[in-house]
């Protein structure tokens, strides 16, 4: 168990069917409760961290990156599940580089400015300095150029015929794509395009990845599994009721809240006491839903 090779447990989706599911965490309490949930449904998860947003969060000081990387190590490590550690999903190269210093085994650069020739270039760089060291890469093909994480609101697919060139040429792990999946604000659930999950799946030879799952309806990601997804990224929804818990414990109290015991005491009062349970219940669901959970 505990932290394992991300090729292995997606070769052991791939046979059995099922999809292992990355949730994205912020902090240690979310991490916990990710892992927690995975480990009483006995399934195997990927737990990381933004590489969008932990420049922000470390003030552009790439020293925290070793912090971050350490404590999630640490936590799969620990776990009682088979568990992949990413740092996901970044458009800042230096950083991904960093990262594989500091404890992540799966990394994923993306960039939708550049060309596909220059992405190829930088990916491939990667995959070489990586596989050198047993870290697994990820990269995605099929946003347009200018339009980061799929926001718009058209959809956009990948095509396939691009896609298993870039993944030829690269030597990824594992590519994620467009079959209707897009970064959403509300709470319309999407339909994917299956047949064309089919045709990304009989012309690529890495496992396929869905971003931006929160948004896909429940019975439509069942059957892109059922078609070749093999890992599918959630952010939005254990983010969403870990909000709803923190505002509802707010409401009304504004003026007259106990200072000492706000944040971290642990008691009834905490604003952060039922982040975990909120995160915890979506995990659970999820990983029912992709067929994970009894795998580990």
Not at 86 to 107: A, R, T
Request: proline share 3%; aromatic share 8%; glycine share 10%.
């Amino acid at each position: 168990m505990a932290l394992v090779h991300y090729n292995d447990i997606i070769r052991d989706a791939e046979v059995r069917g099922y999809a292992l599911g990355y949730f994205e965490a912020w902090d240690i309490q979310s991490v916990l409760a990710i892992i927690r949930a995975a480990e009483d449904v006995r399934s195997p998860v990927m737990i990381g961290f933004s590489g969008v947003y932990m420049p922000a969060v470390c003030n552009d000081d790439k020293r925290w990156v070793a912090v971050y990387g350490s404590a999630g190590r640490r936590f799969a490590e620990k776990a009682g599940v088979p568990v992949a550690f990413i740092f996901n999903e970044s458009p800042y190269l230096d950083w991904v580089y960093e990262s594989m210093n500091c404890g992540f085994n799966v990394v994923m650069y993306t960039d939708e400015s550049l060309s596909r020739d220059e992405l190829i270039d930088r990916v491939s760089s990667l995959v070489r300095d990586a596989h050198k060291r047993g870290i697994a890469v990820e990269a995605e093909v099929g946003e347009p150029l200018g339009s980061p994480h799929a926001k718009g609101v058209s959809k956009s697919l990948t095509d396939p015929g691009e896609a298993a060139v870039f993944a030829e040429k690269t030597g990824i792990d594992a590519l994620g794509v467009l079959v209707g999946n897009r970064h959403m604000k509300g709470e319309e659930k999407l339909k994917l395009d299956i047949d064309h999950v089919r045709r990304l799946k009989d012309s690529i030879m890495v496992p396929l990845v869905l971003h931006a799952g929160s948004g896909v309806d429940d019975d439509s990601l069942r059957e892109s599994i059922k078609a070749g997804i093999r890992r599918v990224n959630i952010g939005s929804a254990i983010k969403r009721p870990a909000f709803i818990s923190i505002r509802s414990k707010i409401i009304g109290k504004e003026e007259s809240y106990p200072g000492y015991i706000v944040l971290g005491s642990g008691a009834e009062a905490d604003l952060l006491g039922g982040v975990g349970s909120a995160i915890y219940d979506v995990v659970v669901q999820k990983l029912k839903v992709f067929g994970s959970a009894g795998k580990a």
